[in-house]
């Protein structure tokens, strides 16, 4: 079994930075891919970024290119999200996700995801 807690939320002012910290109890994160997913008032989750097991592999939802980073420390198994240059549109309930294996054929996903943990909400006022 892995437990995941997720830390480094809160409310901030659009254009200032956050990082989302995801951190893994239980079995090693070192062989799982890793993945941000974000839901919002009355939608659906979304994806957001993912990182593979070796870290090789790295995409990012179109939405967030260019202002998001996703990296692992598999010693610390953690995984980060930091978000620059935010907007009132990022706000939502930010989750992440570990996968069973290390493979998997799409990394975007949410549903090759097994390990989910319980979500910190991002509050971005204009």
């Known amino acids: 079994q892995v437990q995941l807690i997720e830390s480094g939320g809160g409310l901030v002012q659009a254009g200032a930075s956050l990082r989302l910290s995801c951190a893994a109890t239980?079995?090693?994160?070192?062989?799982?891919?890793m993945g941000w997913f974000r839901q919002a008032p009355g939608k659906v989750r979304e994806f957001v970024a993912s990182?593979?097991?070796?870290?090789?592999?790295?995409d990012y939802a179109y939405s967030v290119k260019g202002r998001v980073t996703i990296s692992r420390d598999n010693a610390e198994s953690t995984t980060y999200l930091q978000m620059n240059s935010l907007k009132p549109e990022d706000t939502a309930v930010y989750y992440c996700?570990?996968?069973?294996?290390?493979?998997?054929?799409?990394?975007?996903?949410?549903?090759?995801?097994?390990?989910w943990g319980q979500g910190t909400q991002v509050t971005v006022s204009s």
């Open positions: 996700a570990a996968t069973e294996s290390g493979y998997v054929p799409d990394y975007t996903s949410a549903r090759f995801y097994r390990y």
């Open positions: 990182i593979s097991d070796s870290g090789r592999t790295i």
């Open positions: 239980g079995r090693s994160l070192g062989s799982r891919g």
